[in-house]
């Protein structure tokens, strides 16, 4: 009669792999977080943490390398006014320490100057076909291809009295009081 001991360190081991699995995927999801709240902020410094500088970047406009491609979304990133982006549906393959992800995305601008209300704001939907790493412990991503599937302009609606400071936060940046960044 077997004490148990081999059906229990059985049990540990497969939890210890679900749990490092669990944790893998959080840390991915949290790097596509951290990519939207770059882009949102302004934080070129979390921008560095999501895509590897040898990675393969395609959005359609840009095709090049992921140290290229930081300079040139900031710039786009910083003639829009305010922005956000939000990710959703995340789907991860994860095979150890590499993952192919695709998630939806969906990103609209809108002015920051007092005044100017009814404005048209961009608003672009699409996906992401990703392919991410871990590499020295950090995950990051090693290929990326943005596809678009749409994109408008809608009239930004104007609050109007003391509710009218609700939308009108003032110039994102790492700087704002309101802003907190997320951790690696």
Known sequence: ??????????????????????RAREAIRDLLARYSRALDWLD???????FFDDAEVDYGF???????????????ELST????????QVTIDLDGDAADVMSYGIAIG????AGV?????????????DRVERRGG???IARRKYVLLAGTAVKEVGLDGDMGALHKIGAASPQHPDYWPMKE
């Open 1 to 22: 009669m077997s004490d148990g001991t081999d059906e229990l360190l059985i049990r540990v081991q497969k939890l210890e792999r679900e749990l490092s699995e669990l």
């Open 110 to 113: 809108a002015q920051t100057e």
């Open 138 to 140: 950090k995950w990051g």
């Open 44 to 50: 070129e410094a979390q921008l560095d943490s999501v």
């Open 81 to 88: 006014g305010r922005r956000w982006h939000f990710g959703a």
């Open 117 to 129: 209300d009814g404005a048209d704001l961009p608003l672009f939907m699409g996906y992401y076909l």
């Open 62 to 76: 840009f095709k090049g390398s992921g140290k290229d491609f930081k300079p040139v979304v900031m710039q786009i």
